[in-house]
């Protein structure tokens, strides 16, 4: 079973960049394609981004294109996300977590959630 850990997130002032990381235990990981999700207070848990097995092939939620970037590697077992241009609007807890099928915009399709990093953007 693959545990997830994100850190990284923090209080950041709009226009500014974080990166989050999350790490996973176990040998498995570059056997998954992994996702960020977001969740901000009294709303729906939402896909952010996706990446494949190999980083060849990355899905972005319309609102963070052009803004966030995903990476990972698959040495050191930890997916990235970049976040450059932060709005307030991306306060957030966020979430990295792996796929088990199905489409990558939906939050039913990925299991081994980890425990979330907070992100706060003020304006």
């Known amino acids: 079973q693959v545990q997830l850990v994100e850190s990284g997130g923090g209080l950041v002032q709009a226009g500014g960049s974080l990166r989050l990381s999350c790490a996973a235990s176990?040998?498995?990981?570059?056997?998954?394609?992994m996702g960020w999700f977001r969740q901000a207070p009294g709303k729906e848990r939402e896909f952010v981004g996706a990446?494949?097995?190999?980083?060849?092939?990355?899905h972005y939620a319309n609102s963070v294109k052009g803004r966030f970037s995903i990476s990972r590697d698959n040495a050191r077992n930890t997916v990235y996300l970049q976040m450059n241009s932060l709005k307030p609007e991306d306060t957030a807890v966020y979430y990295c977590?792996?796929?088990?099928?199905?489409?990558?915009?939906?939050?039913?399709?990925?299991?081994?959630w980890g425990q979330g990093t907070q992100v706060t953007v003020s304006s």
């Open positions: 977590a792996r796929h088990v099928g199905g489409s990558y915009y939906e939050r039913k399709n990925f299991a081994s």
């Open positions: 176990g040998r498995t990981f570059s056997s998954y394609v």
């Open positions: 990446i494949t097995l190999n980083g060849g092939t990355l």
